[in-house]
């Protein structure tokens, strides 16, 4: 295995991909190579490479970086750059002749700044910019979005203070009340659309949207956050077909290394909107984009029927296992919910992402593990154990995020997510596939669960 082809993968990016020598991950708990025996369930927040995306990687590393060349060359990187590009279409079912543009990008974040600047970048007035609140979209997202147009960002909470969903009708006033202000204002108005949050969600519905663009006459610009690329390609094309932008990224889902990104631009985006033409990606990111399509074309080989029987056996048998086990809680999330055009339903209408509460062994379910002690159970779980650790399995799950307060304490949810990896192991391997696919997930849950019994939150 290539220590050259590790170290690109870590170039090209942030802070957010360099490699902790004391760990050899990075700050998602994720190396720059392949972990066979770790048990991956955390691609809500990044995903560890896989041994065939690692291979994919490595192959074009060699094709653009042959023995003598220390800097690949300029029209080796174009090309690669459109090809990529090409076949991430192809993949999304997405032909040329449909008249999308793609543009990839380092991250899903940086997808968020080029879509706010393509949209706003004539305008005279700062727009105001609903989104669905940081918690639940990324910490970097608002900046993003932002920044560029010098906007105003209106969150949209999904959650009560006790990490409850609200009332659906309650959600929808706040993005009329959201827009209301912006008319008020004389001012722009953007919406981007989650689809779906870091902990399974989709906000705001697209029909308020709509609702909202007949009362006005015209298209309300939307962005759709598909960072986690939880979406079939019904769904994709159905987004597109209405005007709307898409972010997306080949790192979570997909099961590509962190940094992968990507902006989906519709045929009907307005014309006048000055978009740049192509530019070629550095090396590192080209890397990561071929690791990422290594994964998706397993995925999309897969017959669709199958994928979707998977991810609800899947999603009953872990639903259970949370529900039965003393220490654990289920967050309330529930399956994506679109107002789109859909023939038959698809397996993005069902749950990838299971987000739980952890409470300390042998006391109160209100004596729930705090935000800090979440931290810690998710740095501990895929350390290699000592030899007094008999029977710990390693396992990741996606990073905690902060839900509000039980009992005046704040709190935290670990998530527990299937990839589109996991589809294509239990699905090409029938029946005893999906039981060990479901097995080594409650196995990371009863791990978590271990830890929690040894951390006490220190004053």
Known sequence: MSDLTSLWLTKDGDARIAVDPATGRNPYGCPPKPDPALLDFGSATASVISETAFAAADRLRHLLLPAGRAVPDMADLYRETARIGDELLHLCGLPAREGVRVFLTASGTDAHRLASEWTWAASDRPPCILAMEPNESGRGVPEALSAPCHGTLLPIRVRDDSGLLRPQAAVDDDVLAAARQAFSEHRPFFAVLTDVSKTGLVAPRRAVLRELERHLGQPVPVLVDASQFRLAPDSLKAYLDQGDLVALTGSKFVGGPSFSGALLVPRNFPAHLSIPPLSPLPLGQLLRWEAALAELRQFRALPENDVRDFFGKFASAVTAHIAHHPQLEALPSGAPSRDLPAESPEWDSLPTIFPFLLSHPGTQASDLLVPQEMQAVFRRLPEIRSSGAEGAIRGRLGQPVDCGLRHNKPISALRLCVSARHA????????????????????????????????????
């Open 424 to 459: 294509v192991h239990a699905v090409n391997n029938g029946p005893r596939g999906v039981e060990q696919v479901v097995a080594q997930a409650c196995a990371v849950l009863d791990e978590a669960a271990r830890i929690a019994g040894r951390i006490r939150e220190k004053p």
